[in-house]
């Protein structure tokens, strides 16, 4: 038997992280690296993806960057061929890539009011093919080479807007508008769910573990209302910082999860525990 520090090694693993250059992204690569594994930022942004992998290098991870669009078949398949061509093999895959409406600063004033009523079909839909389509196919391709491989493990990130609907009034601004966390970061990270159990359970008998990471809000330079009206809401009496997922992927990405699969590991300061 292995020691506890040994199961949670991922040395001589190949991770690959969509969304890699995204917020959670660069985490996620990051930790990954840190326990080990070698990691490809694949991110739609390439310059970002690049960067990140520059700093990964930097600190002695073996690391690349690779351009993907998830919702592209084609892309997808090269995301695959690239790093198989790079490291000889592929052992993880995090769906980090997603659309998210964020409440921050930069994008506050970028947000329409998001109401049910008038929610643009085309919003919907593009929301539709990057959160659920694009975690399908990415998950579909990389699921290829780990069934070539006899290895493999997918985590899925989801949200506590999968699990519950949003506190709407958290969105309320101070001047009294009325902004909304759109309906498709609820459906779709609830799909993401369905999607997790139903790989799970396809791939029984098989060496593919797919769990489920559902984070909290994580503190990215909000407004002090927001993050008021937030901390009230959760157990923890706060926002996650960047860094408090890191455990939780490392852990679901490793050995130290053998016996998990088809589980969602809920990482949100007792958000959902009310």
């Given at each position: 038997m292995s020691t506890i520090m040994?199961?949670?090694?991922?040395e001589d693993r190949i991770a690959v992280v969509t969304g890699g250059a995204g917020l959670l992204g660069k985490q996620f690569s990051r930790a990954l690296g840190e326990a080990g594994a070698g990691v490809v930022v694949a991110?739609?942004?390439?310059?970002?993806?690049?960067?990140?992998?520059?700093?990964?290098?930097?600190?002695?991870?073996?690391?690349?960057?690779?351009?993907?669009?998830?919702?592209d078949l084609d892309s997808v398949n090269n995301m695959v061929e690239s790093c198989v061509g790079h490291f000889g093999r592929l052992d993880i895959l995090v769906n980090s890539a997603a659309l998210d409406p964020k409440f921050d600063p930069d994008n506050i004033q970028a947000q329409s009011s998001n109401?049910?009523?008038?929610?643009?079909?085309?919003?919907?839909?593009?929301a539709m093919d990057v959160n659920l389509t694009g975690t399908f196919l990415a998950t579909q391709a990389c699921a290829k080479q780990m069934?070539?491989?006899?290895?493999?493990?997918v985590i899925n990130i989801c949200s506590t807007y999968g699990l519950a609907g949003p506190d709407q009034r958290l969105y309320e601004r101070p001047d009294g508008s009325q902004q909304y966390k759109p309906v498709y970061y609820t459906v779709t990270k609830a799909g993401i769910l369905g999607l997790t159990r139903y790989l799970a359970t396809y791939y029984a008998g098989k060496p593919i573990r797919v769990n489920a990471l559902t984070p909290g809000g994580i503190y990215n330079q909000h407004d002090e209302a927001f993050v008021k009206k937030y901390a009230a809401r959760t157990v923890m009496g706060r926002m996650a910082h960047l860094d408090e997922m890191n455990g939780a992927v490392v852990f679901l990405a490793s050995e130290a999860s053998s016996y998990m699969t088809g589980s969602n590991l809920v990482v949100d300061g007792g958000w959902t525990a009310w």
């Open positions: 040994e199961k949670f090694s991922l991110d739609i942004n390439f310059e970002s993806a690049q960067e990140q992998a520059d700093q990964l290098r930097a600190d002695g991870i073996q690391a690349i960057a690779i351009q993907v669009d998830i919702t109401a049910f009523e008038t929610y643009p079909l085309e919003t919907w839909k593009n069934l070539a491989q006899n290895y493999g493990v």
